[in-house]
Every structure is written in structure tokens, then in C-alpha cells.
């Protein structure tokens, strides 16, 4: 059973935008705080962006001010808008899922559930 499916990557150019979206399961959405993670290709996996049940969020400094993460409730989905985008941001990204929005969530190893990874290619 697909808990979390991301889609929406590609390839843009720098300075350009682009918008991930990920369809989480009824029992994931509900109960989990849902975030986004990347992996640079050769680097250890960075959390993004995270929202909790009540639409607060947290970001990551290298995309702050960028990076726009929200959710439809009523469609299970979660979003990330990515605006100015950079040849740094090149990854592989993940929807993830954790238990809080607290504590350790830059911690990769906190979230316990993952989508399949979709990619992202920012070219200069």
C-alpha cells in the first residue's frame, strides 16, 4: 500500500519555479506532520520544509524565503512551491512523514514514513 506518492519534478532552469505535490494516504495525512526531504546527489538527505496539522511550518535556511510548503486536507495532498530556484537545490526529493513538528525535524532519521523520491534538476 502507496502511503505517500510524490509527482510534479523536472528539469528548470535557475531562477525558475517549480511545484511538487505528494498524494499521502487518509490514515498518513491525518496523523502525521508532513515535510519535505532532499538528497543532493554525494550529500547526506536535508529536510526542507515541514507542516504540522495546524498549517504551521518550518523551513530550512537554504530555502527560506524560496520554498513554500502547504497541504490540502481535503485532498490528502501536500505541496511544495519552489521559487528561485538555484543549481543547489538539484536533488532528489522526498515527501516524508514524521510524528511532531518539534524536537529533531531536520533529522532525516526522524521522519518514519517516505514517498519514492522524484527528481528536481536546476540547471545554471
Known amino acids: 500500500q502507496v502511503q505517500l506518492a510524490e509527482s510534479g519534478g523536472g528539469s528548470v532552469q535557475a531562477g525558475g519555479s517549480l511545484r511538487l505535490s505528494c498524494a499521502a494516504s487518509?490514515?498518513?495525512?491525518?496523523?502525521?506532520?508532513l515535510g519535505w526531504v532532499r538528497q543532493a546527489p554525494g550529500k547526506e538527505r536535508e529536510a526542507v520544509a515541514l507542516?504540522?496539522?495546524?498549517?504551521?511550518?518550518l523551513y530550512a535556511d537554504s530555502v527560506k524565503g524560496r520554498f513554500t510548503i502547504s497541504k490540502d486536507n481535503a485532498k490528502n495532498a501536500l505541496y511544495l512551491q519552489m521559487n528561485g530556484l538555484k543549481p543547489e537545490d538539484t536533488a532528489m526529493y522526498y515527501c516524508?512523514?514524521?510524528?511532531?513538528?518539534?524536537?529533531?525535524?531536520?533529522?532525516?532519521?526522524?521522519?518514519?514514513?517516505w514517498g519514492q523520491g522524484i527528481n528536481v534538476t536546476v540547471s545554471s
Open positions: 516524508a512523514a514524521r510524528s511532531t513538528s518539534g524536537g529533531t525535524w531536520r533529522d532525516p532519521t526522524s521522519y518514519g514514513y
Open positions: 487518509g490514515y498518513i495525512a491525518r496523523r502525521y506532520c
Open positions: 507542516i504540522d496539522s495546524n498549517g504551521s511550518t
